[in-house]
């Protein structure tokens, strides 16, 4: 007997595109708007000049000369594309150059570049983790981080955000369960803006036997005195297994890396799905990101980096003068969780209301979403991003309710 389920059924009864679908009729959509100019802290958006909150441009190279002029060396040497894997026919020197790179600057053994940040993490985690091991995640991780951990089919042991209390008995339940035991967190939490506490993760992981693995796609280019992350940052990189980041925010175009010892990356790179059956990243792209690597690992790095995390603090004053709740967080980073209720002193309303690109989440079971900004290295007074919720709706993942 034919189903008369209709699998397209959920499209159709998908509340939240109702929702949407009356926000943007009153003109108050975030989402999918229109930019008409290059990336920038100001854009031409749908033909107005606004305020761009949505970037993770942090260190304003995307219009920098000489990573423009790297993309088109690129361009004009291989082409628009290069129409397969890595693999087969998509690796080219500059590939080769970029790991070489990577590795150096994360002081690691190898790198691994990959088409995007997500299919960084998605074909690291989906690979080296297996049934019968186990997964300490955090419940704030990037969603991409979680759909590597269910790719794997480990068991996945999410905690509270940043609860060590609650990483600790995840990692005493993990270590009953019989298999390998990964620890994955993110350097800084790309929607709330703290940084992981790495020490003391390190230390709770070495003491389960469990591997760290630290997605640095915030820190990168930010943090550290080489801008190498929040496990330089700390002082931890030795005791960093692995270590992720993308070129899409301080490197100025598109793609992401995995980084660590030869051994796992050699696996990767002969059993990763997300690395091996997808078409390599155009050559325009890679010239971007090995140009801005080397700019910020010349002596101009550290004045950039510095330069973010100064007006990251600019902006956090401004918003806290406006009267808005900013969060504050022990360890700087470029971002600026500002939380949504009003304070009962502000003057001039929600930051909503001021701020016409803030992105609330679409995904966010909450009511209201949390406008996350970003100081960036171009303007002062420091631009300001907010982005989506990066974590899958809870229906989709009911398994990630953390400890
Ligand atoms: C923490 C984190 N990890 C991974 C990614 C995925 O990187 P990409 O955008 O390069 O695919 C992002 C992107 O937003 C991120 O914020």
């Known amino acids: 007997m034919p189903t008369t389920i209709d699998v397209f059924a959920k499209a159709r009864d998908f509340d939240r595109a109702e929702l949407l679908r009356a926000v943007r009729e009153a003109g108050a959509l975030p989402y999918f708007r229109e930019l008409t100019g290059p990336a920038g802290p100001v854009v031409e958006m749908e033909g107005a000049e ?17 990573v423009k002029q790297g993309a088109r060396d690129a361009l004009e040497r291989y082409g628009t594309g290069l129409t397969g894997s890595r693999l087969l026919n998509g690796t080219i020197p500059l590939h080769l150059e970029l ?4 590795a150096e600057w994360m002081g690691v053994e ?36 979680l759909d590597g951990c269910l790719l794997s089919r480990a068991k996945l042991r999410p905690f509270r955000h940043n609860r060590l209390d609650k990483l600790a008995k995840q990692l005493e339940r993990a270590a009953q369960d019989g298999g390998g035991v990964l620890v994955v967190v993110d350097g800084v939490f ?3 803006g703290d940084v992981a506490a790495l020490p003391a993760i390190c230390e709770a992981a070495e003491r389960h036997g469990a591997r760290v693995m630290v997605d640095e796609a915030h820190a990168a280019g930010v943090l ?3 801008g190498a992350g929040t496990a330089e940052l700390f002082g931890v990189e030795d005791r ?9 925010k301080s490197l100025a175009s598109c793609g992401g890396f995995i980084a660590g010892p030869h051994d796992v990356i050699e696996y990767l790179r002969l059993q990763s799905r997300a690395f091996l059956f997808t078409a390599s990243a155009v050559p325009a792209a890679v010239g971007a990101a090995l140009a801005a690597l080397r700019i910020v690992r010349s002596p101009e790095g550290p004045q950039l980096m510095a330069r973010v995390l100064d007006n990251a603090r600019y902006l956090r004053d401004g918003l806290q003068a406006l009267g ?7 360890v700087s980073s470029p971002e600026v969780d500002v939380a949504t209720e009003r304070a009962a002193s502000s003057p001039k309303g929600d930051v909503s209301e001021r701020y016409p690109s803030r992105r609330s989440s679409p995904c966010s079971s909450r009511t209201t979403g949390r406008p996350r900004c970003c100081g960036r290295r171009s303007t002062t007074p420091a631009s300001t991003s907010t982005s989506p919720c990066t974590r899958p709706c809870p229906p989709a993942a009911p398994s990630c309710a953390p400890a």
């Open 50 to 66: 606004r305020v761009m909150l949505g970037s993770n441009n942090y260190l304003g190279l995307t219009g920098d000369e000489r």
């Open 190 to 192: 790309s929607m709330e």
């Open 110 to 145: 190898e790198a691994l570049v990959f088409t995007t940040g997500h299919q960084a993490n998605v074909g690291t985690l989906g690979t080296i983790l297996a049934p019968g091991d186990t997964v300490v995640a955090d419940s704030g991780d990037h969603a991409s981080i």
């Open 224 to 226: 550290g005195a080489r």
């Open 99 to 102: 790991e070489r790179e990577l």
């Open 240 to 248: 960093v297994d692995l270590r992720m980041g993308t070129f899409s």
């Open 324 to 330: 808005l709740k900013v969060v504050e967080h022990a």
